[in-house]
């Protein structure tokens, strides 16, 4: 196990192969959406004269740039949100044994099991009620909520296995549970909250029914809504719709590939929790 | 002497010098207060705001004839649940959900897994590999699925290479053919989320000691036993999540079939998630569209719990 062989040599060979099959689409993007449209030869020859044309015309047709700036802006606000409320709830959740505490948390747990097409519906009536239908706010507002279960799950699991003896050290030097839970038990969450950040902002960046149903005929889109409307207006433009997807895929993979270690880790971090 | 910092001052606790048992009383008498309710209640709001209030709303107009705008209705008892045993594409739909979501399990997590055990060797590609191989997981599904909607087409990427190594043969329509196209959408979440599988799979095989391994390879056992009888069972927490994972996604699709088929062709890709879809917003029936709702939470209450029992035993026995 610990030489490398010429059996070692030979899996390498294959993992490299499959590598190549799993990539195989990811060269087929590009090359179709660094080609002009009037080029027609196979989608798997190489693309003989490339142009960046596709991609100035999807920037600018598809609104792009905005799509961009709401995705952002709604997974930040909404990450930030579910992390601060489920960080606090879990604190007493985890610690406080009364009746009420336990109740509450399986309630929320109920919510684990739930799927969101169950709320989505009435959800979407009082949404509109509320005039928050088409706004980005609507959007954070259900994420917040959404996200609760498990961002609380993951927390009050670490909780409990965290030893008290540094929260009760503080509040006998008089601290108060407040000044106790952000100085003290948040700082010692953050292995947790790393996770729940990834696994968060990927779930919010990703979702494509919500925005659908509660951004449907407003200007303000995220990026996945954004795009299948471009794919619905540009049906057999190729070229021009990959372009528009490789503009997508971008920003996303710039930051998985910066910050890969704590993305993987994010995603295998519930192995743990 | 341990030394803590809270904010700006430094705090110093001086250690209990009482004996261990003293010192437990000592500190359970004066064991300060614990945290406050009211800590848990934005969260709690916030939950039952976007969650509890509209599920159980929704499990009301499940037994309504509400038509998502008209303020009057009236109440119509199980008829919603009745009519969906009389709407084939109901049926269909409950069939192609447990379908995929069964297929997408076995399928992803057995990729998933023979890439972990490929990649946690001495292979020299082995981080490059685990990096690359987990990036699909982390794109927009949407976005994937409309790039596969191509490939996948009559002329699309995938006949071409069929062409090219000579297995023109094997060429089809692989979205258009109502046989083949619920394959073709497992086919893409496998090729999407194997990575996902493998980078769990990977985490469990890492938190296996080396000498465990080395025990086994000394006792001369084959790799393919070592694997069954050693490994395995050491990797049941990893096999919970997995398949957690896998079937409550499974039953839960929507995005990946929206794009590729939109259900098509005619019903043969709907899943329970597209039919509510559609039922709610192009046909207006809203209660019918939250029967099956209804219908697709019980699945997922049933699978997650038939899931969490038998894995638990699992997990139980192997330890």
């Not at chain 1, 706010?137 to 008290?164: D, H």
Request: proline content about 5%; charged content about 10%; glycine content about 8%.
């Amino acid at each position: 196990m610990n030489r490398y062989t010429w059996r070692t040599f030979g899996l390498e060979a294959v993992m490299i192969a499959v590598a190549v099959v799993v990539g195989f689409p990811v060269y087929v993007l590009l090359n179709l959406a660094l080609r002009a449209p009037s080029d027609t030869s196979s989608p798997i020859a190489p693309t003989t004269a490339p142009t960046f044309d596709n991609f100035t015309q999807a920037w600018q047709r598809g609104a792009l740039g905005g799509a961009l700036v709401n995705s952002v802006m709604v997974t930040v606000g909404s990450v930030l949100v579910v992390l601060a409320v489920s960080s606090l709830a879990a604190y007493p959740l985890a610690r406080v044994t009364a009746r009420w505490s336990r109740g509450m948390f399986l309630l929320i747990m109920l919510g684990l099991v739930l799927p969101f097409q169950l709320a989505a519906l009435p959800l979407y009536q009082t949404m509109r009620d509320l005039g928050l239908l088409g706004t980005a706010w609507a959007l954070i507002l259900f994420y917040s909520g959404l996200l609760v279960p498990f961002t609380t799950f993951l927390y009050v699991g670490f909780l409990r296995a965290m030893p008290r003896d540094f929260e009760d050290a503080a509040l006998i030097d008089g601290c108060t549970q407040l000044e106790a839970f952000r100085f003290v038990v948040l700082p010692m969450l953050k292995p947790v909250t790393v996770t729940a950040l990834v696994l968060n902002a990927v779930a919010v960046w990703n979702d494509f029914f919500t925005p659908l149903l509660y951004l449907s005929g407003s200007s303000q889109q995220t990026m996945p809504v954004a795009i299948a409307g471009f794919v619905g207006q540009y049906a057999a433009d190729w070229n021009l719709i990959f372009a528009a997807l490789v503009i997508s895929i971008v920003p996303v993979l710039v930051v998985y590939f910066a910050l890969q270690r704590s993305i993987i880790n994010g995603f295998a971090g519930g192995l743990k929790g | 002497m341990k030394r803590f910092r809270f904010g700006l001052a430094p705090v110093t606790v001086v250690e209990d010098v009482r004996t261990p048992d003293r010192l437990a009383t000592a500190t359970r008498r004066r064991r300060p207060s614990t945290p406050p309710w009211w800590f848990a209640a934005p969260a709690m709001l916030l939950f039952a705001f976007v969650v509890l209030v509209p599920s159980v709303r929704g499990i009301y107009y499940a037994f309504t004839d509400w038509d998502g705008l008209d303020p009057h209705f009236s109440v119509v008892g199980l008829g919603n649940f009745a009519k969906m045993l009389d709407d084939p594409n109901a049926g269909q739909a409950i069939w192609h959900t447990l379908l995929i979501a069964v297929a997408i399990t076995l399928i992803q997590n057995g990729f998933g897994l023979l890439l972990a055990l490929g990649v946690n060797t001495i292979i020299k590609s082995r981080n490059v590999l685990r990096v690359f191989l987990f990036a699909p997981a982390v794109v927009t599904p949407i976005v994937t699925a409309y790039l596969w909607r191509n490939l996948l087409g009559p002329d699309g990427a995938v006949n071409s290479l069929l062409g090219v190594v000579g297995l023109g043969a094997l060429r089809q329509d692989w979205l258009g053919d109502p046989e083949l196209a619920l394959w073709s959408i497992v086919g893409v979440i496998v090729w999407q989320f194997g990575g996902y599988s493998m980078v769990i799979f990977l985490a469990g095989l890492q938190s296996i000691p080396r000498e465990i391994y080395e025990a086994a390879a000394i006792d001369g056992t084959s790799s393919i036993r070592r694997f069954w009888s050693v490994v395995r069972p050491l990797l049941a927490p990893a096999f919970t999540i997995n398949l957690m994972l896998s079937i409550i996604g499974g039953i839960k699709l929507f995005d990946q079939v929206y794009a590729l088929t939109g259900g098509g062709p005619g019903h043969a890709t709907d899943t329970i998630s597209t039919l509510i879809y559609k039922d709610a917003f192009t046909l207006g029936e809203f209660g019918y569209s939250i029967a099956l709702a209804v219908v697709l939470t019980i699945i997922v209450a049933i699978a997650s719990s038939g899931q969490y029992f038998f894995l638990a035993r699992n997990e139980r026995a192997a330890s």
